[in-house]
């Protein structure tokens, strides 16, 4: 009979390995055991506001409001005075032989009409015609009188129009905007007022009147409309020095 000895060598492994098992064994147990911790939520709402910071933010409301007030106040200022008078026209034709005082209070004119000698010099018509021929104006509206009678009115302001003619209108568009009856039509050049300008003239040989739209040589634009109640004394004058 023969005696083993124990394998010393694989006890002691299996001893190793069993104690390595415990200590495995035991951290996955404190790891069981150990509660992981919840994150901490911060919910900004629920923050409550300094009171200085509350100020701060009046503070920048009424600002706010204060600028838009003044945005609104320069915006309604600059449509009033630029950019209304620019696209809103005045139709003055029911005007054209009312007086000076009705037509202030219908169109709603600051002041009175004045003399107006420069608007004088500027009307459509031969200086050897002009005698007793004055004008007042008021606002681009010139009432024209000979021998202190009411004699025909004329518009340069840009914001009227008369007859369908606005002030502006360019010339190819006058034939077919204008609304004043009229059975004869001619055109001067009216160098005694201006080379560069060209006066177009639309008679009613009817009734003797005469609407004259006066286009810049330049820009081409309707630059003056003068409306005459009986017009044959330029018309007889130039009948007479083409015989």
Not at 22 to 45: A, E, H, L, S
Not at 121 to 132: A, D, E, K, Q, T
Not at 170 to 199: G, H, K, Q
Request: proline share 4%; hydrophobic share 35%.
């Amino acid at each position: 009979m023969e005696l083993k000895l124990k394998d010393d060598t694989k006890n002691e492994s299996r001893d190793n390995q069993s104690d390595a098992q415990f200590i495995q064994n035991d951290v996955y147990g404190r790891m069981q055991n150990t509660t992981t911790p919840k994150p901490v939520v911060i919910r900004f709402d629920e923050v409550p506001i300094p009171v200085e910071s509350r100020k701060n933010t009046h503070v920048g409301i009424i600002i706010r409001v204060f600028v838009f007030i003044i945005f609104a106040t320069i915006l309604m200022t600059v449509y009033k005075n630029v950019i209304k008078p620019n696209f809103t026209t005045t139709d003055i034709t029911d005007y054209v032989k009312s007086d000076e005082s009705t037509i202030v209070k219908q169109l709603k004119l600051s002041g009175s009409f004045e003399p107006d000698s420069a608007w004088c010099s500027r009307l459509p018509i031969f200086s050897n015609l002009s005698g007793g021929i004055t004008v007042k104006s008021n606002s681009g509206i010139g009432i024209i009188y000979k021998n202190n009678k009411q004699f025909g009115i004329a518009i340069d302001g840009k914001n009227y129009k008369v007859f369908g003619v606005k002030i502006g209108d360019p010339e190819y568009d006058v034939a077919d905007n204008i609304t004043f009856p009229y059975d004869n039509e001619f055109s001067i050049l009216n160098d005694l007022m201006d080379t560069r300008s060209m006066s177009t003239y639309y008679q009613n040989t009817k009734t003797n009147e005469l609407l004259a739209v006066t286009v810049n040589g330049n820009s081409n634009r309707v630059v003056a409309v003068t409306y005459f109640y009986d017009g044959r004394f330029l018309t007889n004058t130039l009948d007479d020095s083409s015989e």
